[in-house]
T-cell receptor, first 115, second 115 residues
Framework: DAEITQSPRHKITETGRQVTLACHQTWNHNNMFWYRQDLGHGLRLIHYSYGVQDTNKGEVSDGYSVSRSNTEDLPLTLESAASSQTSVYFC??????????????FGPGTRLTVL | AQSVTQLGSHVSVSEGALVLLRCNYSSSVPPYLFWYVQYPNQGLQLLLKYTTGATLVKGINGFEAEFKKSETSFHLTKPSAHMSDAAEYFCAVSGFTGANSKLTFGKGITLSVRP
């Protein structure tokens, strides 16, 4: 069955370190998204991609970067981790044919703690 | 610009009682509307969505929602709550193209079901 996976599921790091969170989907979807989930804020969009070599900034992109070198993967990099980036991170993907009407399929999440 | 308001952060119902979770949206373009559910320690999954056509939308697990343009609402209902419905529920809005084609989530509502 097609799926979307994230690794690691849990990560503890120190302030100032570079951290990369992996996202891999086997749906062959064009679109991929990264969100962070914080209490009282719901999900907020960090970065998104509509295809290979395409990346775009979302609502809360400062301090994060992504690159899309193939269809299956969209890794999220925290250039220099800060305590404010302690959060649960979700990756999602969608086909891309219906744009705004697409159903997004979510990974299980990565819980990141920055000490 | 688009936004979603989910009033209150927690709803508690008895098993067998009606579930009503409220969602109001703001959008400068015709909206696409979604309800996603998140079970503990899992990613989000789609419950139902409204794109075009019939304004009463039926989803999985007996949930339904009605798009009311005049009230800018998309409330989620289920006639009889089950213990397995305990989860966090997110309403989201998007539009057809451009900046509006990305999902904007509400802050979420936690549903508790009492035996």
């Amino acid at each position: 069955d097609a799926e979307i996976t994230q690794s690691p599921r849990h990560k503890i790091t120190e302030t100032g370190r570079q951290v990369t969170l992996a996202c891999h989907q086997t749906w062959n979807h064009n679109n991929m998204f990264w969100y962070r989930q914080d209490l009282g804020h719901g999900l907020r969009l960090i970065h998104y991609s509509y295809g290979v070599q395409d990346t775009n900034k979302g609502e809360v992109s400062d301090g994060y970067s992504v690159s899309r070198s193939n269809t299956e993967d969209l890794p999220l990099t925290l250039e220099s981790a800060a305590s404010s980036q302690t959060s649960v991170y979700f990756c999602a993907s969608s086909e891309g044919w219906e744009r705004g009407a697409d159903t997004q399929y979510f990974g299980p999440g990565t819980r990141l703690t920055v000490l | 610009a688009q936004s979603v308001t989910q009033l209150g952060s927690h709803v508690s119902v008895s098993e067998g009682a009606l579930v009503l979770l409220r969602c109001n949206y703001s959008s400068s373009v015709p909206p696409y509307l979604f309800w996603y559910v998140q079970y503990p320690n899992q990613g989000l999954q789609l419950l139902l969505k409204y794109t075009t056509g019939a304004t009463l939308v039926k989803g999985i697990n007996g949930f339904e929602a009605e798009f009311k343009k005049s009230e800018t609402s998309f409330h989620l209902t289920k006639p009889s709550a089950h213990m397995s419905d305990a989860a966090e529920y997110f309403c989201a809005v998007s539009g057809f193209t451009g900046a509006n084609s990305k999902l904007t989530f509400g802050k979420g509502i936690t549903l508790s079901v009492r035996p």
